[in-house]
């Protein structure tokens, strides 16, 4: 295996946490980078194609080191599945009944959506959606970007091995000391420990699991002896939130919702709104997307909370229409409004700013 690959040096222990569905635009890494921070690109959701032309678009702008976080799908993940048997047999039987399980709720939910919102067409789920995995770790290895994150899961070792011998740094998003030693033994460079109150989707790497309801400060003396660096993720907002997480053994900290309003996030209008309205509150949900993720109660959530399946992305495929619907819209009680715990420091504001006060 090729020797590990150390996090790229910056004037500033900052992460600016990769923000899937808009938010980490170019604009916004570019911004961060010249602060002195890390800027990631969110290559989820995305295809390829964009992906390429973010990279390159930060590239011509910027010489300095940047990231890109990935998606993992559950069947490119080294994470183990957690079978109740030691039989091979019955646990290949048991998979396929799983799979049949999700199959019939996804079903079922998306005949509640039809009914819920009969103008919009609600789609199939595409069963065989891995967002592009393959190609995206294509494109980050001939970019050799400086940084390649991993979200949902934890990548294969010879995934690893192949970005380190382009040079590349490998972080892998955790929730708990099993995820954070299967990524060490995977081959992970440092670990990205994140807390219950991390905005958007927990980094659970088994999508039935229910996150833990630790925050950073306690996950982080739980996996000091792990023997790589850690980032703390979840509810850093402030200069004292940065001093404390260094202070528990992390190297940097890992922040994204109070960038949400920056000057140069690709937030949504309607995601703007939301975290300025006073009647919303925080809540972690599986209602979007399947996924538990901690975003603002509002509308849709109350309705459909407590009906979606633990099945991504099919459940994300299918409110998909729905969202955007609500987004044109400018609807708030239609949208999924990710934000983490301390979504109320959000500000608007440059991001050099918000970098300046983050900084110890």
């Not at 919102?117 to 400086?146: C, G, M, Q, S």
């Not at 690893?160 to 892998?172: F, N």
């Not at 000391?177 to 990205?192: I, N, Q």
């Not at 660096?229 to 001093?243: F, K, N, Q, S, V």
Request: hydrophobic share 45%.
């Amino acid at each position: 295996m090729a020797a590990t690959i150390e996090m790229p040096a910056t004037r500033r222990p900052i992460v600016v946490a990769p923000m899937a569905g808009g938010p980490s635009t170019p604009d916004l890494v570019v911004a961060a980078g010249e602060a002195g921070a890390l800027g990631m690109l969110a290559a989820g959701y995305k295809r390829p194609a964009d992906l390429i032309a973010e990279i390159a678009d930060v590239r011509e702008r910027f010489t300095g080191p940047f990231g890109v976080n990935l998606f993992v799908p559950a069947d490119a993940s080294c994470a183990p599945e957690r079978v109740d048997s030691d039989s091979a047999a019955t646990g290949v039987a048991d998979a396929e009944g799983r799979d049949r399980a999700d199959r019939v709720a996804v079903e079922a939910f998306r005949d509640l959506l039809v009914q819920a919102a009969p103008d919009v067409h609600v789609p199939t789920p595409d069963w065989h959606d891995r967002d592009h995995y393959e190609d995206k770790l294509d494109i980050v290895e001939a970019a050799r970007v400086a940084v390649v994150s991993f979200t949902f899961g934890c990548p294969q070792p010879h995934v690893v091995e192949r970005l380190h011998e382009a040079g590349i740094c490998v972080l892998v998003t955790v929730t708990t000391e099993e995820e954070a030693h299967t990524a060490v033994a995977a081959g992970a460079d440092a670990l990205v420990v994140q807390g219950y109150e991390a905005g958007g989707h927990r980094g659970t790497h088994r999508v039935t699991d229910a996150p833990n309801q630790l925050d950073h400060l306690a996950l982080l003396p739980m996996m000091t002896d792990v023997g790589v660096p850690l980032i703390a993720a979840g509810g850093i907002t402030t200069a004292g939130d940065t001093r404390r997480a260094l202070g528990a053994g992390a190297v940097a900290v890992q922040a994204g919702t109070t960038f949400l309003l920056a000057d140069e996030a690709g937030t949504t209008a309607a995601t703007r709104m939301g975290l300025t309205d006073p009647r919303l509150g925080s809540c972690v949900t599986r209602a979007f997307s399947g996924r538990p993720a901690r975003g603002l109660r509002n509308g849709f959530v109350d309705r459909f909370d407590a009906l979606a399946p633990a099945v991504y992305p099919a459940v994300d495929q299918l409110t998909k229409p729905l969202r955007a619907r609500a987004a044109q819209r400018g609807d708030i009680d239609g949208v999924s409004i990710w934000a983490g715990a301390g979504w109320r420091a959000a500000r608007e504001a440059p991001a050099a700013d918000i970098v300046d006060s983050l900084t110890p």
